[in-house]
Every structure is written in C-alpha cells, then in structure tokens.
C-alpha cells in the first residue's frame, strides 16, 4: 500500500486522558503485563516463544513536545466523528503521551469488536518511524497474537508507511494507516509474510481462523 494513496477517513475521537521489526527477543511494551505468544499455536511460525517486557519509558526531554503534539492532534480530529478511541498512555497515576492507546471499531472477520493496542512514538519523533504493537487476544489462560498476515509474533505490525516513513507524515494519518491495513492486508503471494503461518492457510481457513479469535475480544464501545 502506498501511504500516499491512503484514504483518508473521518477524524478521531480523543478519551481525555487518563522499521519494520524482525523476530525479536524483547521488545519494550507500554502495557500492564507480559505478553507471550508462546501457545497460540503453530500458525504463530518462529516468533512462538517470544515474551515482551513491558516496560514504557518517555524521554523527559520531550515530554512537553508529546504532550503538546497530542493536543494538537486532538484539536485537528475532535470536530470530526469515526469508530476511534484514543488516549495517553496512563502509568503510576501519571500520563505519558509518548505512548498513546489506541483503540478502533473492527470489521469482516472482527466485525463490531474492539481492535485494540498502543503506538509507540520513538524519542526522535518524527525522524525515526513509530512502533504499534497490537494487544494480545487472552483465550483461556493464554495470550494469543492477532492472526493477521502483517502482525509480527512480537504483535508489532508490519505497515509499509512505517518501513517508507516520511517524516512529513502526520499523526492522524499514522492511525488511519494502521486502521486501514488491518482491514486491507497488504500481503500478495511471493512476499515475505509478517505471519508465514497463516499466509499457507487458504482464505477460508484464514477467515475462521479470525473468526474463532474474534469470538474472545470485546466489543467495540466508543468513549463518550
């Protein structure tokens, strides 16, 4: 997908507030527990033991700098009304707008659930391109990763505007793209699949695949 070509959607409600990776060991995640995809079975490919420390750090330097991109980005999206929920990650009663949940409205196979997960904006930002990582999918005991043909084991996801990032990109558009890719996967065959798992399944395995994983998400309720 050619993040300029992107279609544009109507803009985000804001909660007031409480590149492209490779197979990783650990990566820092602003999140309240430990993720592992270790049992989501095999379609989970080489990525199935990893664990994500979660472990949300701002650079104090530029914490005026999120704090007023967030406010700003708040002020261009508010008049507008879509399927979003958006908010500053919240820790120890304090909030850090480096990390920003994010929260959307899913549809075909997650039709009417809560698709959910944290952006994460690199210290530099917007030299360097953000991070998203999904929230996990908790069936039974276990923490499953979103099957999905550009969701890394690691639940990061694999966005060609991230691994093209230009810096001229504006928030609002990295939320649209993400929205936009979840519904619209990106993979054709000959590629390098994010998920190499699910990419040998055929279409219909792939959509009961989702369909199974959808039955244990919420569903989507848009902050008022």
Not at 5 to 18: T, V
Not at 25 to 31: A, D, K, S
Not at 173 to 190: D, R, V
Request: net charge negative; with cysteine.
């Amino acid at each position: 997908m050619d993040p300029n070509q992107l279609k544009l959607n109507p803009k985000i409600k804001i909660i007031s507030a409480s590149q492209q990776p490779q197979s990783k060991n650990i990566q820092e995640l602003p999140q309240n527990n430990l993720y592992s995809s270790q049992g989501s079975n095999e379609r989970q490919s080489s990525n199935n033991n990893i664990k994500i420390k979660l472990q949300p750090q701002m650079n104090p330097q530029r914490a005026s700098d999120f704090e007023n991109l967030f406010s700003k980005v708040q002020q261009d999206i508010e008049q507008n009304d879509v399927l979003y929920n958006l908010s500053p990650l919240m820790e120890n009663q304090q909030v850090n707008y480096q990390f920003w949940r994010f929260e959307f409205r899913g549809q075909g196979n997650f039709e009417g659930k809560c698709i959910s997960g944290v952006l994460k904006l690199q210290s530099d930002h917007p030299v360097s391109a953000p991070i998203f990582y999904f929230d996990p999918i908790r069936v039974g005991q276990i923490d499953e990763v979103i099957q999905h043909l550009n969701i890394y084991g690691d639940h990061t996801l694999c966005i060609p505007l991230f691994t093209y990032w230009k810096q001229t990109t504006s928030e609002y558009e990295i939320l649209q793209a993400i929205e936009h890719i979840f519904h619209n996967p990106n993979w054709q065959e000959g590629d390098a699949p994010a998920n190499p798992g699910l990419s040998s399944e055929t279409q219909d395995q792939r959509d009961q695949i989702q369909r199974n994983q959808a039955k244990y998400l919420p569903g989507f309720q848009k902050a008022q």
